[in-house]
C-alpha cells in the first residue's frame, strides 16, 4: 500500500503545514492531497508545496464540479502537472448541494451527467486535441455562438491521473469505468462490497479490471489505549458528516453508510443533526461505527484495522494523523507509515 496524506489548507498556522508537508515527505508519505470545500482552494497550496517538495506527489482532493468549467480544471491540472515535474493527479468530486447551491450558487443536479462529460472534456484537453463536445451539460462550443472550437495552448499531457471522489453506486461505476483511481471516504473493509462492486462494474464496461485503479481510503489514525475516551472525542466529527454534509433530503455520507450496515443509526443521527439537537446526534453515533471507520485505538487495533483495509483491496492509505502538535501528528504518521510497511511493504 501506498502512504499518502490529506491536508486542509485553512486549518493550521501556513508555516506549519509546509513544515509538516515536508516531514511527511522525510518520513516515506509518497502523496498529499489537498482539500478544497468552503475554505482554502486547492491549486495555490498545490504550487507552493512542489516547490518545496522533492519527490511528493500531489492532488487536488477534490476540485468541486462546477466551481470551475471544464476546461478551466484541464488548465489548471496542466498547470500545476508542468510546475511540479509531473508530480500531480486531478482529483475531482461532486460535492453536496449545502456547498454548490449555499456557497457557489449553481444546481447541485445531474451529478453523474455533468462528471461524465467534465472528464470527457478534461481528457481532450489534456491530450491536446481540440475541444469539440456535444454534450448536454457543456456543449462546446457553445450553440448559436460566435466562439471556436479551442485547443489548449500548453504542452499536452495525457498522462494526468484522474481520480474521482464519489460515494453513491453509479457514480462508483462511473469511477470504474473513466478514472484511474476512487478517492474514496466513509469507508468499512468489512462491508467493501458495497463499494468496489459498483467500481468493478464500471470497469468492466471499459475492459478494465479494479487492479487497473487506485483505491484510495482516508481515515483518522490516532495511536492510545483509552480507547472509549478516544472515540467519544470522534463521534461530533462523524455526527457531522451524517447529519451537515448535505441537506435534508441529500446526504451522500449518510446513505454510504445505511449501504455498509449502518441504515437506522445514520437515519437517526441524521434526524436529530437537522432538528438542531446536535449533542444527541452526536451521542447516538455507535462506538462500532467510529471503529469502524477509522484507524483509531491501540497499536494492536490500528494494524488489525490495516490488515483488514489491505486485504479488501486498498492500494492507497490516506491518513489524517491525530494530536495536539505537529511534532505530535508527525510522531503519529510515523508510527502509522512503519506499521503499513510492515503489513504492506510492495507499493503499488
Request: hydrophobic share 45%; glycine share 10%; with cysteine.
Given at each position: 500500500?501506498?502512504?499518502?496524506?490529506?491536508?486542509?489548507?485553512?486549518?493550521?498556522?501556513w508555516?506549519?503545514?509546509?513544515?509538516?508537508?515536508?516531514e511527511?515527505?522525510?518520513?516515506?508519505?509518497?502523496?498529499?492531497?489537498?482539500a478544497?470545500?468552503w475554505g482554502?482552494?486547492?491549486?495555490?497550496?498545490?504550487g507552493?508545496?512542489?516547490a518545496?517538495?522533492?519527490?511528493?506527489?500531489?492532488?487536488?482532493?477534490?476540485m468541486q464540479l462546477g466551481?470551475?468549467?471544464?476546461a478551466?480544471?484541464?488548465?489548471?491540472?496542466?498547470?500545476l502537472?508542468?510546475?511540479?515535474?509531473d508530480r500531480?493527479?486531478?482529483?475531482?468530486g461532486a460535492s453536496?448541494?449545502?456547498?454548490?447551491?449555499?456557497?457557489?450558487g449553481?444546481r447541485?443536479?445531474?451529478?453523474?451527467g455533468?462528471m461524465?462529460?467534465?472528464?470527457?472534456?478534461?481528457?481532450?484537453a489534456?491530450?491536446?486535441?481540440?475541444?469539440e463536445?456535444?454534450?448536454t451539460?457543456?456543449?462546446?462550443?457553445?450553440?448559436g455562438?460566435?466562439?471556436?472550437?479551442?485547443?489548449?495552448?500548453?504542452?499536452?499531457?495525457?498522462?494526468?491521473?484522474?481520480?474521482?471522489?464519489?460515494?453513491?453506486?453509479?457514480m462508483?461505476?462511473l469511477t470504474?469505468?473513466v478514472?484511474?483511481g476512487?478517492?474514496g471516504?466513509?469507508?468499512v473493509?468489512?462491508a467493501?462490497a458495497?463499494?468496489?462492486?459498483?467500481?468493478?462494474?464500471?470497469a468492466?464496461?471499459?475492459?478494465?479490471?479494479l487492479?487497473?485503479?487506485?483505491i484510495c481510503?482516508?481515515?483518522?489514525?490516532a495511536f492510545g489505549?483509552?480507547?472509549e475516551a478516544?472515540?467519544?472525542?470522534?463521534?461530533?466529527?462523524?455526527?457531522?458528516?451524517l447529519g451537515?454534509?448535505?441537506?435534508?433530503t441529500t446526504?451522500?455520507y449518510?446513505?454510504?453508510?445505511?449501504r455498509q450496515g449502518w441504515a437506522?443509526?445514520?437515519t437517526?443521527?441524521?434526524?436529530l443533526w437537522?432538528?438542531?439537537?446536535?449533542e444527541e446526534?452526536a451521542?447516538?453515533?455507535p462506538d462500532?461505527?467510529?471503529?469502524?471507520?477509522t484507524l483509531i485505538?491501540?497499536e494492536?487495533?490500528?494494524?488489525?484495522?490495516?490488515?483488514?483495509?489491505?486485504?479488501?483491496?486498498?492500494t492507497?492509505?490516506?491518513?489524517?494523523?491525530?494530536g495536539?502538535?505537529?511534532?505530535?501528528?508527525l510522531?503519529?504518521?510515523?508510527?502509522?507509515?512503519?506499521?503499513i510497511?510492515?503489513i504492506?511493504p510492495?507499493?503499488r
Amino acid at each position: 500500500m501506498r502512504v499518502a496524506i490529506q491536508l486542509a489548507a485553512e486549518q493550521a498556522p501556513w508555516d506549519q503545514l509546509v513544515t509538516y508537508v515536508c516531514e511527511a515527505e522525510r518520513l516515506g508519505a509518497e502523496m498529499c492531497w489537498v482539500a478544497e470545500a468552503w475554505g482554502c482552494d486547492a491549486a495555490t497550496p498545490i504550487g507552493f508545496l512542489a516547490a518545496r517538495t522533492e519527490r511528493m506527489h500531489f492532488g487536488s482532493g477534490i476540485m468541486q464540479l462546477g466551481a470551475r468549467t471544464p476546461a478551466m480544471t484541464a488548465m489548471t491540472a496542466l498547470t500545476l502537472a508542468r510546475i511540479s515535474g509531473d508530480r500531480y493527479c486531478l482529483g475531482l468530486g461532486a460535492s453536496g448541494p449545502q456547498v454548490m447551491e449555499g456557497l457557489h450558487g449553481i444546481r447541485h443536479g445531474a451529478a453523474l451527467g455533468r462528471m461524465r462529460e467534465t472528464v470527457e472534456i478534461i481528457r481532450l484537453a489534456l491530450a491536446g486535441e481540440r475541444i469539440e463536445h456535444p454534450g448536454t451539460h457543456f456543449p462546446l462550443p457553445l450553440p448559436g455562438g460566435e466562439g471556436r472550437a479551442l485547443r489548449l495552448s500548453q504542452p499536452a499531457n495525457p498522462g494526468i491521473p484522474i481520480y474521482l471522489a464519489t460515494l453513491s453506486p453509479r457514480m462508483l461505476e462511473l469511477t470504474g469505468e473513466v478514472a484511474d483511481g476512487w478517492l474514496g471516504t466513509s469507508f468499512v473493509p468489512e462491508a467493501a462490497a458495497a463499494s468496489l462492486e459498483p467500481l468493478a462494474a464500471g470497469a468492466a464496461r471499459a475492459g478494465r479490471t479494479l487492479a487497473d485503479l487506485d483505491i484510495c481510503q482516508g481515515a483518522e489514525v490516532a495511536f492510545g489505549d483509552d480507547v472509549e475516551a478516544m472515540v467519544v472525542r470522534r463521534k461530533p466529527g462523524l455526527a457531522f458528516s451524517l447529519g451537515g454534509m448535505g441537506s435534508a433530503t441529500t446526504n451522500y455520507y449518510a446513505r454510504a453508510y445505511a449501504r455498509q450496515g449502518w441504515a437506522d443509526a445514520a437515519t437517526e443521527v441524521q434526524r436529530l443533526w437537522l432538528a438542531g439537537r446536535r449533542e444527541e446526534a452526536a451521542a447516538r453515533v455507535p462506538d462500532e461505527m467510529v471503529l469502524a471507520t477509522t484507524l483509531i485505538g491501540t497499536e494492536a487495533m490500528v494494524r488489525e484495522r490495516l490488515r483488514r483495509w489491505c486485504a479488501a483491496g486498498v492500494t492507497t492509505v490516506r491518513l489524517y494523523p491525530a494530536g495536539e502538535s505537529l511534532d505530535a501528528r508527525l510522531a503519529t504518521l510515523a508510527r502509522a507509515i512503519e506499521m503499513i510497511r510492515e503489513i504492506a511493504p510492495s507499493h503499488r
